[in-house]
Every structure is written in structure tokens, then in C-alpha cells.
């Protein structure tokens, strides 16, 4: 069964440091999303990307974030300088188009630990 | 904005049934979610609803009713494996998903 893919499981970085997290959608998907979760708080929409641009962003979506798809495959997110409040699990997802059942399907999530 | 609302905790006995109560507000609807997260694990898709009334999939059931803003999550035949979170979500428009703050439940033996 197709699944979303995501790495490094963990990633621990040093405040300020630069971090990217990676994703693998599901191939035929075209809408990608990623959401954190605080460590006992609800899952937060971050992103949502379609047609190579980004469709919506959160509030917590702020210039320290970017996303990329550099190929046909890989989605990423990027936090510039990470800050000690950016420790989360961080998790990826995608959907189909289209309306209707839209679920989307999560990828494992990458725990970042920023000390 | 969406605003979602679910209880915290609840807990029952293996073999029970557990209803999980999910209230919304949201500006337009388009559907509702139920999602399942075990501890540091990812969520996983339960059920959709987008018209009023029951859709059963096996042990679980999800009911909704649109007029007055509230869903629920039926679990039958509870299982020590039902023991995680369980996630009401809305989709937006353009289909970002609004999470409630989860029910974690607790099946003991």
C-alpha cells in the first residue's frame, strides 16, 4: 500500500541552526501539506502546497519557514533558524484532488528537539 | 475560523462502547474527519462524513449532524489496541485540516 514517507525520524539541532525535514508524498497525490504538533497539544496546520506554489500558510508559517518540491518526488520544509519553541513532531501529508472524501494520509513524522 | 471541541479523557473496559463527542463552528462545511494517533505515531483516517446521519465500518461508526454541529465516534467492542488518541478534523475550502485537541482513551482490562 502506497504510504508517505518522511526523514530523519529524529533530528536534534543546536537554536538558530538551519533545518530541513523531507517528505516523500504518495506519487499520484498533488496536494501536500505539513502540520507540528507540540509535544500534548493539538496537530497545527503549517502549509498546504498545490501546483508548485504554496496554497495556504498558518499564522505560525512565519519567513523563518519555506517549503520546496526541488523534483518530482521530494517535498520539503525548511526552518532558517530554529528557535527553542520549533521543537515538535512534524508531520507530512498528502491528498488527491478533487472534492469529497479528501483524506489525506500522514507520513510518520520527524521529532525535532531544538536545545 | 473553525472551533472544535472534544473532551479531553475518557476511559472504559475492554469489550465496552465508548462514544466520543466532537462539536464544530466553522465558516462553511465541507465535511469532517476522524482520525486515530497512537502515541508519537502519525494519525490515521477513521471516517468521513459529509452527509447527516451513520456510516458504520466495522467496530467503529462515526454519526454527524450538520444543523446542529456535532459529530460522534462510536467504538464497539473495545480492545486494549483502541487505547490512543482520537482527532475530529474539518477541512477548510481549500482542504487544510482544523484538528480538536484529541480525546485520549483509555481501555482497560
Known amino acids: 500500500e502506497p504510504e508517505v514517507t518522511q526523514t530523519p525520524s529524529h533530528q536534534v539541532t543546536q537554536m538558530g541552526q538551519e533545518v530541513i525535514l523531507r517528505c516523500v508524498p504518495i506519487?499520484?497525490?498533488?496536494?501536500f501539506y505539513w502540520y507540528r504538533q507540540i509535544l500534548g497539544q493539538k496537530v497545527e496546520f503549517l502549509v498546504s502546497?498545490?501546483?508548485?506554489?504554496?496554497?495556504?500558510k498558518s499564522e505560525i508559517f512565519d519567513d523563518q519557514f519555506s517549503v520546496e518540491r526541488p523534483d518530482g518526488s521530494n517535498f520539503t520544509l525548511k526552518i532558517r533558524s530554529t528557535k527553542l519553541e520549533d521543537s515538535a513532531m512534524y508531520f507530512c501529508?498528502?491528498?488527491?484532488?478533487?472534492?469529497?472524501?479528501?483524506?489525506?494520509?500522514f507520513g510518520p513524522g520527524t521529532r525535532l528537539t531544538v536545545l | 475560523g473553525q472551533n472544535i471541541d472534544q473532551p479531553t479523557e475518557m476511559t472504559a473496559t475492554e469489550g465496552a462502547i465508548v462514544q466520543i463527542n466532537c462539536t464544530y463552528q466553522?465558516?462553511?462545511?465541507?465535511?469532517l474527519f476522524w482520525y486515530q494517533q497512537h502515541a508519537g505515531e502519525a494519525p490515521t483516517f477513521l471516517s468521513y462524513?459529509?452527509?447527516?446521519g451513520l456510516e458504520e465500518k466495522g467496530r467503529f461508526s462515526s454519526f454527524l449532524s450538520r444543523s446542529k454541529g456535532y459529530s460522534y465516534l462510536l467504538l464497539k467492542e473495545l480492545q486494549m489496541k483502541d487505547s490512543a488518541s482520537y482527532l475530529c478534523?474539518?477541512?477548510?475550502?481549500?482542504?487544510?485540516?482544523?484538528f480538536g485537541a484529541g480525546t485520549t482513551v483509555t481501555v482497560r482490562a
Open positions: 462524513n459529509v452527509l447527516d
Open positions: 502546497f498545490y501546483n508548485n506554489e504554496i496554497s495556504e
Open positions: 506519487s499520484n497525490h498533488l496536494y
Open positions: 478534523a474539518v477541512p477548510s475550502n481549500d482542504y487544510k485540516l482544523s
Open positions: 466553522t465558516s462553511g462545511f465541507n465535511g
Open positions: 501529508a498528502s491528498s488527491e484532488p478533487g472534492l469529497g472524501e479528501h483524506e489525506q494520509f
